[in-house]
């Protein structure tokens, strides 16, 4: 795609001119077929750990204490792919505003000038990337008669793990499904039920969940609570626990009891340390996801292991996906060419 990306945008844009601009709709409509995400994702984490990327640890800066914005520059070389992501996360939007609490736009570059070429929507591409990458976790991490997947939070982000499943668990018997939320569960279900092979349950209680899973996932809203609501007595061993929301659900205890802590980025792992995102000790990770994918890492070596992986983000992850959204859109005539 070296070459054929810039040539593309050629092709179409007068780049130090003109910029296409897509909205969240235009990036739905250009959907990336799911085993090109994954295959994208792989690459991704792989690439990063072997240190084919550029990638500074997010930088956040806080209007309050309920709000953050969070910039993250990324440079992928062998995908001639360079932008810069900026999200906002207020806790109160849906409250004050009716809003979601989660913005994301993303800024794209042209690999060989530097002038932007592209704005697009982020949200969509985090909400569909994230559970692809929590799938390559359950590949990689999961003991291989794993048949019961549960999933904590069921908002977009959530409820995206369902259309994936059968990357990362392909022996799956049933779906069990946790949320504050008793509409947002049966909601779930409505949507999805009929969508799987298998059937989907509601769980009685979280406790039931986390005893009941033999892969379980997290996308709740990030929380510092010194009360954390799942309690170590409750995680089996030989689970494998994936998190989306920096395992603020969990007990510190499980965290540090896990035979096997993976992470998608040490660097910024160690920056969301010092930064306060974890609430009591956690211990340094054992290896990241890339390393695995390349060969550099044991994964589960054992049934009887409690593994956690605790994929925060990258912006990598989604300037990966970029460069196939762009020529797609280019090519169908999606979105707008505006003038700069």
């Known amino acids: 795609m070296n070459e054929r990306f810039s040539d ?21 409509k250009l959907s990336i077929p799911q085993e090109v995400l994954k295959d ?7 690439m990063y750990s072997l240190g084919e990327t550029q990638m500074p ?7 309050d204490s309920q709000s953050v914005y969070i910039g993250m520059p990324a440079l992928i070389p062998g995908m001639e792919s360079a932008g810069v992501k900026w999200v906002g996360a207020y806790n109160h939007n849906m409250r004050d505003y009716g809003l979601p609490s989660l913005s994301a736009m993303l800024m794209v570059s042209d690999y060989a000038t530097g002038w932007p070429v592209a704005v697009m929507d982020g949200v969509h591409i985090m909400e569909t990337r994230t559970p692809m990458i929590a ?5 990689l991490l999961g003991r291989k008669n794993s048949e019961v997947f549960g999933m904590i939070g069921l908002g977009r982000e959530g409820c995206n793990h369902f259309d994936v499943i059968e990357f990362g668990i392909p022996n799956l018997k049933k779906v069990l499904v946790w949320d504050v939320s008793e509409a947002a569960m049966d909601r779930a279900i409505e949507l999805y039920s009929s969508k799987l092979s298998v059937p989907m349950e509601k769980a009685a209680s979280l406790e039931e ?6 892969i379980l996932a997290s996308a709740t809203f990030f929380s510092t609570d010194p009360h954390p609501t ?3 007595e409750w995680v089996p061993e030989g689970q494998t626990i994936i998190v989306t929301d920096l395992h603020s659900q969990f007990h510190p205890d499980t965290i540090n009891r ?13 920056h969301l340390v010092e930064a306060g995102y974890f609430y009591g000790e956690i211990p340094v990770p054992n290896c990241e996801l890339g390393h695995i994918i ?17 994929p925060s983000g990258m912006a990598v992850d989604d300037f990966a996906v970029t460069p196939l959204v762009i020529e797609m859109a280019l090519e169908k005539g999606v979105g707008k060419i505006l003038p700069l």
Do not use: C, W
Request: aromatic letters at 4%.
């Open 40 to 46: 994208q994702m792989e690459k991704a984490l792989m």
């Open 57 to 63: 640890a997010k930088s956040h800066v806080f209007p």
């Open 258 to 270: 896990a035979d096997l802590y993976v992470v998608d980025s040490m660097e910024q792992q160690k």
């Open 135 to 139: 799938m390559v976790s359950a590949m």
């Open 230 to 232: 799942i309690k170590d």
């Open 8 to 28: 593309k945008i050629r092709k179409h844009l007068n780049i130090g001119k003109e910029i296409l601009y897509l909205s969240r709709e235009d990036v739905k």
């Open 209 to 214: 969940i986390v005893r009941n899973s033999d």
């Open 294 to 310: 390349a060969g550099r890492h044991e994964g589960r070596t054992s049934d009887k292991q409690l593994i956690v992986a605790n």
